[in-house]
């Protein structure tokens, strides 16, 4: 069982930046790829960005490219999202996800359904 538990999340001004963090149990984080989704109430869960197991390999989505970064410390089993120049539409509650298979071709990464455990979510509100 893996418990994940993301934090960092807050209310900013448009412009800002945040740093989410998302902290994971157990001693099989560095197998695997992890995800960071965003979602707003009525829309399906967005995939934001993905960092492969040994961190060498990131991907994000076009709309947070140049912006948000994905990284990760294996060593303290952590995941971050560092998010700059924010804008309203970055508005959601962002989840970190597992996937426990460890590589996922760039198609299947945004699937949330790939993915089998998740944090209870971090909610970020940037302000215009």
């Known amino acids: 069982q893996v418990q994940l538990v993301e934090s960092g999340g807050g209310l900013v001004q448009a412009g800002g930046s945040l740093r989410l963090s998302c902290a994971a149990s157990g001693r099989a984080f560095t197998g695997y790829f992890m995800g960071w989704f965003r979602q707003t109430p009525g829309k399906e869960r967005e995939f934001v960005a993905g960092i492969a197991r040994s961190g060498d390999l990131t991907y994000a989505t076009d709309s947070v490219k140049g912006r948000f970064t994905i990284s990760r410390d294996n060593a303290k089993s952590n995941v971050y999202l560092q998010m700059t120049t924010l804008k309203a539409e970055d508005t959601a509650v962002y989840y970190c996800?597992?996937?426990?298979?460890?590589?996922?071709?760039?198609?299947?990464?945004?699937?949330?359904?790939?993915?089998?455990?998740w944090g209870q979510g971090t909610r970020v509100t940037v302000s215009s």
């Open positions: 996800a597992a996937n426990t298979r460890g590589f996922m071709a760039s198609g299947t990464m945004r699937r949330p359904d790939e993915y089998q455990y």
